[in-house]
């Protein structure tokens, strides 16, 4: 069976956890493992800002991230959104031309909370990729709507973080 034979799902990885970007680049190196084509898109995520991003382009991910060089707090400014309706015309056109066998939109559902984007857009999207295109979206507060479209719904669930404790950010952990 090849790939363009079989079923294609969709998977969210959402919650105030740690782990949903990092859940779905394990599947993208088990999809690579099997010879399969990886693109990564990342709404709110600037090009190599962390480690994961170099790696995988080593395993042979293509990674496309279209997030600023600077955190979204509060209002997003026009060059936000900008940047996250260029990411999701390139990932609307990557899921649905048939070309990938796995297509990450990487904090999407964050770039949804901020008003970025229309959740109706992402829907669309999700209707159109093409059938035997895996996809997955990630992100805390995805809204309930995507949930209905999807296969797999995860939930990663924050119990204890040392950044309550004011430990920040560190460079092979979390970035």
């Given at each position: 069976?090849?790939?363009?034979?079989r079923?294609?799902?969709?998977?969210?990885?959402?919650?105030?956890?740690?782990?949903?970007?990092?859940?779905?680049?394990?599947?993208?190196?088990?999809?690579?493992?099997?010879?399969?084509?990886v693109?990564?898109?990342?709404?709110?995520?600037?090009?190599?800002a962390?480690?994961?991003?170099?790696?995988?382009?080593?395993?042979?991910?293509?990674?496309?991230?279209?997030?600023?060089?600077?955190?979204?707090?509060?209002e997003?400014?026009?060059?936000?959104?900008?940047?996250?309706?260029?990411?999701?015309?390139?990932?609307?056109?990557?899921?649905?031309?048939?070309?990938?066998?796995?297509?990450?939109?990487?904090?999407?559902?964050?770039?949804?909370?901020?008003?970025?984007?229309?959740?109706?857009?992402?829907?669309?999207?999700?209707?159109?990729?093409?059938?035997?295109?895996?996809?997955?979206?990630?992100?805390?507060?995805?809204?309930?709507?995507?949930?209905?479209?999807?296969?797999?719904?995860?939930?990663?669930?924050?119990?204890?973080?040392?950044?309550?404790?004011?430990?920040?950010?560190?460079?092979?952990?979390?970035?």
């Open positions: 069976m090849s790939w363009r034979d079923l294609g799902l969709v998977h969210i990885y959402t919650g105030n956890g740690k782990g949903k970007t990092t859940a779905a680049f394990g599947l993208a190196v088990r999809m690579l493992g099997r010879g399969g084509k693109l990564i898109i990342q709404f709110m995520k600037a090009p190599k962390y480690g994961e991003q170099v790696k995988i382009e080593e395993c042979g991910a293509v990674i496309e991230s279209f997030g600023l060089p600077k955190f979204v707090h509060g997003p400014t026009e060059e936000d959104i900008e940047a996250a309706k260029r990411a999701l015309s390139r990932a609307r056109e990557a899921a649905s031309s048939g070309e990938w066998d796995l297509v990450i939109l990487d904090e999407v559902c964050v770039a949804l909370r901020f008003g970025m984007l229309e959740v109706e857009e992402v829907r669309e999207l999700v209707r159109t990729k093409a059938e035997h295109t895996e996809l997955v979206l990630t992100g805390r507060y995805c809204p309930e709507e995507l949930f209905e479209l999807a296969d797999y719904v995860t939930e990663m669930r924050e119990i204890k973080h040392p950044y309550q404790r004011g430990v920040i950010a560190r460079k092979g952990v979390e970035y």
